[in-house]
């Protein structure tokens, strides 16, 4: 019996250091406080749990952003930034984040949860958040021996406005507004590759076939790999994804766009029949087409 229970205590403490070395590391994006303006008040950060099976975990007030860095077991050097959505007004922060951190680290890739600051502070949406995706772009990189990833090999994932802060961070990467450090920043903080999730306020509800101005492609945009849902609309509408490809395709850039007949709008990591649900495993297949990832995602 004594065997046994030597046993069983050193499995246990061989799966209790397994679970230690996985667990995610937390990082302060701006240990000195982010740059707010002076008439900013919020009250404290919020939690909003779901009201039923259909609902979604949400947070909100969020003043002080972070990074949570989800590490594989077997990771291959590849990282991406994840940026649930939310309208910037609240983060989606489970099926449009954390659960997205697995299935990336289910293809030996650094999971990168970006929470960043909602709600919106200016009329303009997302200048602040750009200011977060901007910087974690840096402490990513600036930690990327610590953390085990390749600081060539960055991506940035989004959700409707975390696909919108997605394309902003790739299209306007140093255009900084904000004293940069040089301990958490980098020159360059354009990612190595993009993959915007029905991205929103690229086009507009009244004119959905023409991307706004701010929607600039150049030949320095990285690799996009495009999902979206035909029957989503408005500011979310479908068309943006199909315009922002063919702003890629006219420059001659790597671009993969995926539109699913049926899925709406905020679908996430949601699992159902509908075929939108597949499209972990096609951005898994870029990914590998594009070697960000050795071999393609599993079924």
Not at 94 to 109: D, F, I, K, M, Y
Not at 126 to 142: F, H, N, S, W, Y
Not at 243 to 264: D, M
């Amino acid at each position: 019996m004594s065997f046994l229970r030597n046993v069983l205590f050193t499995l246990l403490g061989c799966l209790a250091s397994q679970v230690h070395a996985v667990e995610p590391v937390v990082l302060k994006l701006w240990p000195e406080g982010a740059p707010e303006k002076s008439t900013v008040v919020l009250e404290p950060e919020k939690r909003l749990e779901p009201k039923g099976p259909n609902d979604v975990l949400r947070i909100t007030n969020v003043s002080d952003p972070t990074l949570t860095v989800y590490r594989p077991d077997k990771a291959n050097g590849t990282a991406v930034i994840v940026c649930p959505g939310g309208g910037y007004g609240i983060l989606a922060i489970e099926h449009e984040g954390t659960q997205v951190c697995e299935w990336l680290n289910s293809l030996g890739v650094t999971a990168v949860l970006l929470k960043y600051r909602v709600p919106v502070r200016n009329k303009v949406p997302g200048v602040e958040p750009l200011q977060d995706a901007q910087r974690a772009m840096g402490q990513v990189r600036r930690h990327a021996e610590e953390w085990g990833i390749n600081p060539k090999k960055v991506g940035i994932l989004g959700f409707s406005a975390g696909g919108h802060l997605a394309v902003m961070a790739s299209l306007y990467p140093n255009e900084r507004t904000y004293r940069t450090d040089p301990a958490c920043d980098v020159e360059d903080a354009t990612p190595d590759f993009v993959i915007p999730v029905y991205p929103a306020y690229l086009v507009s509800a009244e004119n959905p076939f023409a991307l706004l101005p701010t929607v600039k492609v150049t030949p320095k945009s990285p690799p996009a790999c495009l999902v979206h849902a035909h029957d989503d609309r408005g500011t979310t509408s479908a068309s943006a994804s199909a315009l922002l490809y063919l702003e890629y395709k006219k420059l001659s850039l790597p671009a993969e766009l995926h539109v699913f007949h049926t899925g709406g709008h905020g679908f996430g990591m949601r699992q159902g029949s509908n075929p939108v649900a597949s499209w972990p495993q096609r951005v898994g297949e870029w990914m590998a087409a594009m070697g960000w990832i050795d071999k393609p995602a599993a079924q």
